[in-house]
């Protein structure tokens, strides 16, 4: 049998959802910035030099392709913030890999090991009162990072103690103690070198001052569980779930800081 008679049969499948909804280069291009922090349309009609109503039929695309969300602005409600779904794009990311070879899903490749970092990231977490966002993504990032990085959080107006929820979600569900942790000042920190600054909450964001040694600056756009109105076992619930989101940005932090997990 010829070359030719054996390709002509055979039964070549369409290419997955995530190639062809990826494939366009401004949808990479919006991937690409979301991949790096979550933006406002008109922070990205800036960043990609591109007309709004254009970047807005894109971001409908993968909004409806379930790679992108958007999260109302906690600090101006005529905005909402755009992020990348991680994990969705992990997944998808995985099937592609699996629907062009088997050897390529990414269990095939678990157990290689990673260049560790020359010296520890320094981290910091920053959302307004420090005392739900910031502490719990400082404390998943110790919990994941361990040795690898070094890591502090801020409010820029700090509670007098972390919430009581805060707590809970941290030793329910990651097995993290935080009781004897207090709240701190972001002034406290003026003296402080970071690589890397996050800000959880849109009011930080806008309040977070520059930094002289001009860190990476990345922002994360986290409701606030707190302002859940309702019962204590409902308010409990969203805290669950903002912790859950932040422990996937945390895991997927972390081979930007050029670490793996523990």
Request: glycine share 6%; aromatic share 6%.
């Amino acid at each position: 049998m010829y070359l030719g008679a054996v390709v002509s049969t055979r039964q070549v499948s369409a290419p997955p959802a995530f190639v062809r909804l990826t494939a366009h280069p401004l949808r990479w291009q919006l991937l690409t910035a979301l991949a790096e922090s979550d933006y406002r349309v008109r922070e990205l009609v800036t960043l990609l030099d591109e007309p709004q109503n254009l970047l807005s039929y894109h971001l409908r695309l993968l909004r409806d392709g379930g790679l992108v969300g958007a999260t109302r602005s906690s600090y101006d409600g005529r905005d909402s913030y755009y992020h990348l779904d991680l994990d969705r794009c992990a997944e998808a990311l995985a099937e592609t890999g699996a629907a062009l070879h088997p050897s390529l899903h990414p269990t095939q490749h678990r157990g290689r090991t990673r260049r560790q970092p020359d010296r520890p990231a320094d981290v910091l977490f920053v959302c307004t009162g420090n005392s739900i966002r910031s502490p719990i993504a400082e404390a998943l990032l110790r919990h994941h990072g361990a040795a690898s990085v070094r890591v502090t959080s801020a409010g820029t107006r700090p509670k007098p103690e972390l919430h009581p929820h805060t707590v809970r979600v941290l030793d329910e569900r990651f097995g993290i103690d935080v009781t004897s942790q207090r709240p701190r000042g972001l002034t406290t920190l003026n003296r402080r070198r970071f690589d890397h600054v996050v800000t959880l909450c849109d009011r930080a964001r806008e309040t977070c001052p520059e930094f002289a040694h001009t860190p990476r600056r990345t922002h994360w756009s986290i409701r606030d569980p707190a302002a859940t109105s309702g019962s204590a076992r409902a308010s409990y619930a969203v805290f669950q779930q903002v912790a859950a989101d932040i422990d996937t940005r945390i895991r997927h932090l972390l081979p930007s800081l050029g670490i793996h997990r523990h």
